[in-house]
């Protein structure tokens, strides 16, 4: 009679993802009676190649179906066969090689050193067609010679946690990862970068120039700054105040005959400014720019008579450019200042005192 029932077997429930050796499908097809009935029937599977159907009898056919050499996400290859209205589904589950690749991929190439904060990684283990691979956790061992605490996720991957020695300079960490039993190994390298103080104190002394007008005085510098990396950047904010004197002696014609004369300018600059700070091994170049306000005070006395102070409030500007070497808990440094002062509207002034300067100081990571 007509064909009624469609059986489909395969020869194995699992199979190596990868394998040369094909699996075999059995097609049966009987009719209502429960005899052998020939009829057309055709297979298909899904994520995998067949063979066309080879008839070995009176409603018996056999065919192959190549297994795949990557495993689909649900682990199976579904086969689903044919026969006008009837059809037939089976399945074949797919299972991982042995291990054959194992990478070891940090989530952030760098971190900060502290001590404290530890660096993630991602260890992957696939067989030699890429699938991953499930194992205990404790057959992964890092270069740190502790066994992996690794944290299974996905199917193949596991999360290791590592906390880098406190560094106060920039460098790198190379980590190794190896599988026991198998000859297979990974490194990585980590950037490891120092933290960064969340107040920094400095304080310098050095001498300042007048450009306009001629002259030198003594100068000196105090500084409060935060920092933060931003973007693999290393980013602050700096309030700094700038003090400069200059005095000027000499004869002035009051007259007919030259009489003496004493001048004294001081300055006091107060900017707030964003910095930014690079970094090779123990040295480092830091540049800032700002704005804020001058105090300018001009003393002046003639002939001996008492010096008449001024004093006035005045917008500035600054630019510093410094190089520094790590010494301790901080920085030791030559500066290197160029503050722009307004006008002061003084009597006593002729022109505005705009001072460069060279300072040499430390600074100290005090938070």
Same mark, same amino acid.
């Given at each position: 009679?007509?064909?009624?029932?469609?059986?489909?077997?395969?020869?194995?429930?699992?199979?190596?993802?990868?394998?040369?050796?094909?699996?075999?499908?059995?097609?049966?097809?009987?009719?209502?009676?429960?005899?052998?009935?020939?009829?057309?029937?055709?297979?298909?599977? *899904?994520?995998?190649?067949?063979?066309?159907?080879?008839?070995?009898?009176?409603?018996?056919?056999?065919?192959?179906v190549a297994i795949p050499r990557r495993i689909p996400e649900d682990?199976?290859?579904?086969?689903?066969?044919?026969?006008?209205?009837?059809?037939?589904?089976?399945?074949?589950?797919?299972?991982?090689?042995?291990?054959? *690749?194992?990478?070891?991929?940090?989530?952030?190439?760098?971190?900060?050193?502290?001590?404290?904060?530890?660096?993630?990684?991602?260890?992957?283990?696939?067989?030699?067609?890429?699938?991953?691979?499930?194992?205990?956790?404790?057959?992964?061992?890092?270069?740190?010679?502790?066994?992996?605490?690794?944290?299974?996720?996905?199917?193949?991957?596991?999360?290791?946690?590592?906390?880098?020695?406190?560094?106060?300079?920039?460098?790198?960490?190379?980590?190794?990862? *190896?599988?026991?039993?198998?000859?297979?190994?990974?490194?990585?390298?980590?950037?490891?970068?120092?933290?960064?103080?969340?107040?920094?104190?400095?304080?310098?002394?050095?001498?300042?120039?007048?450009?306009?007008?001629?002259?030198?005085?003594?100068?000196?510098?105090?500084?409060?700054?935060?920092?933060?990396?931003?973007?693999? *950047?290393?980013?602050?904010?700096?309030?700094?105040?700038?003090?400069?004197?200059?005095?000027?002696?000499?004869?002035?014609?009051?007259?007919?005959?030259?009489?003496?004369?004493?001048?004294?300018?001081?300055?006091?600059?107060?900017?707030?400014?964003?910095?930014?700070?690079?970094?090779?091994?123990?040295?480092?170049?830091?540049?800032?720019?700002?704005?804020?306000?001058?105090?300018?005070?001009?003393?002046?006395?003639?002939?001996?008579?008492?010096?008449?102070?001024?004093?006035?409030?005045?917008?500035?500007?600054?630019?510093?450019?410094?190089?520094?070497?790590?010494?301790?808990?901080?920085?030791?440094?030559?500066?290197?200042?160029?503050?722009?002062?307004?006008?002061?509207?003084?009597?006593?002034?002729?022109?505005?005192?705009?001072?460069?300067?060279?300072?040499?100081?430390?600074?100290?990571?005090?938070?």
């Open positions: 009679g007509s064909p009624a029932t469609l059986a489909a077997a395969l020869d194995r429930a699992r199979a190596v993802a990868g394998d040369d050796d094909p699996a075999r499908l059995t097609l049966r097809l009987h009719d209502a009676a429960g005899n052998p009935s020939d009829g057309e029937v055709s297979v298909e599977a *899904r994520g995998a190649s067949v063979g066309a159907p080879v008839r070995t009898g009176t409603g018996s056919f056999e065919a192959t682990g199976r290859v579904d086969v689903a066969a044919r026969a006008g209205t009837l059809a037939a589904v089976t399945a074949l589950g797919l299972d991982p090689g042995p291990p054959a *690749r194992l990478e070891l991929v940090p989530d952030d190439a760098k971190v900060t050193a502290d001590g404290r904060t530890p660096a993630t990684l991602r260890i992957h283990v696939a067989d030699a067609h890429g699938n991953p691979v499930d194992l205990p956790a404790e057959r992964l061992r890092v270069s740190t010679g502790e066994k992996a605490s690794a944290v299974p996720g996905k199917p193949g991957t596991y999360r290791l946690e590592h906390v880098p020695a406190r560094s106060p300079v920039p460098g790198s960490e190379e980590i190794v990862v *190896r599988l026991e039993a198998s000859g297979l190994s990974a490194r990585t390298t980590l950037g490891l970068r120092p933290r960064l103080p969340s107040l920094a104190l400095s304080a310098g002394a050095g001498l300042a120039l007048r450009p306009r007008g001629g002259g030198a005085g003594p100068a000196a510098t105090a500084e409060a700054s935060t920092w933060r990396w931003l973007r693999g *950047r290393e980013l602050g904010l700096a309030l700094s105040a700038s003090l400069f004197l200059f005095r000027d002696e000499g004869e002035t014609p009051v007259g007919a005959a030259p009489s003496p004369f004493r001048s004294e300018v001081r300055e006091a600059v107060l900017l707030l400014s964003p910095a930014f700070r690079a970094r090779r091994g123990r040295s480092s170049l830091a540049v800032s720019a700002g704005a804020g306000l001058a105090r300018v005070v001009s003393l002046v006395s003639l002939g001996g008579s008492p010096s008449i102070p001024e004093s006035s409030w005045t917008p500035a500007a600054g630019a510093s450019l410094a190089i520094g070497r790590r010494a301790g808990r901080g920085v030791a440094f030559l500066e290197a200042r160029a503050a722009w002062v307004s006008d002061p509207g003084l009597g006593s002034l002729s022109r505005p005192v705009s001072p460069l300067s060279l300072l040499a100081g430390y600074r100290l990571d005090a938070l």
